[in-house]
């Protein structure tokens, strides 16, 4: 990847938003630079001057996406406290609430796997890097639990990644009713031991 400093102008945030709709909408592959700049409002003199490149621009969308998710997530588990059977609870109902309101199509870092499945490809690791990151935030809630020390609490963690991630999926292609309800429910009983 280029190493283009980004200079937030407000011409550069409209570059980003129109990428954020079109590429979610559309796919990465399926979207050009001319359409994103065509959407901002901007030349593609000026989509290349503030990013240098697509793979970039690609590259800011996911990891603008994993900030807001993060953001998202973190004022819901303020709330829920130290419980891990509430943070679990949390979790859950934010990925539900975030899909309802940004993500009909399903989680974003998921279908920019579908497309950018090398490891050598700048965004793979932003793509990857959010769901281990996911993986961590489980693995802190099952280690707060009885499991703590349990050899089960690597399975038990697993399990949970699982469940959240194919809710996520579930919800985005709408073939299973109340996907992130019902998985919650799931690992909550995992937590039980």
């Not at 588990?77 to 609430?97: N, T």
């Not at 700048?122 to 280690?143: C, D, H, N, S, T």
């Not at 020390?149 to 697993?158: F, H, I, L, M, N």
Request: overall charge negative; aromatic content about 8%.
């Amino acid at each position: 990847m280029n190493d283009v400093v980004i200079d937030w102008t407000p011409k550069a945030r409209a570059v980003l938003a129109a990428a954020d709709e079109l590429f979610y909408a559309r796919g990465i592959h399926a979207v050009g630079v001319d359409a994103i700049a065509e959407r901002a409002g901007v030349t593609k003199k000026t989509l290349y001057d503030r990013f240098g490149s697509k793979e970039r621009l690609v590259v800011e969308y996911l990891a603008a996406r994993d900030r807001e998710w993060r953001d998202f997530l973190a004022a819901r588990l303020g709330p829920a406290g130290d419980d891990p059977r509430a943070r679990l609870v949390a979790v859950f109902d934010a990925s539900a609430a975030w899909a309802a309101d940004r993500s009909g199509k399903g989680c974003s870092m998921i279908n920019a796997h579908a497309e950018i499945s090398d490891p050598a490809h700048p965004a793979y690791a932003v793509i990857v890097g959010q769901k281990r990151w996911m993986r961590e935030l489980f693995a802190g809630i099952v280690a707060d639990t009885s499991l703590r020390g349990v050899p089960r609490a690597q399975e038990v963690t697993d399990a949970v990644l699982l469940l959240h991630e194919g809710a996520l999926v579930a919800d985005g292609m709408g073939i299973v009713e109340r996907p992130f309800e019902r998985a919650r429910e799931t690992a909550l009983g995992l937590l039980a031991g």
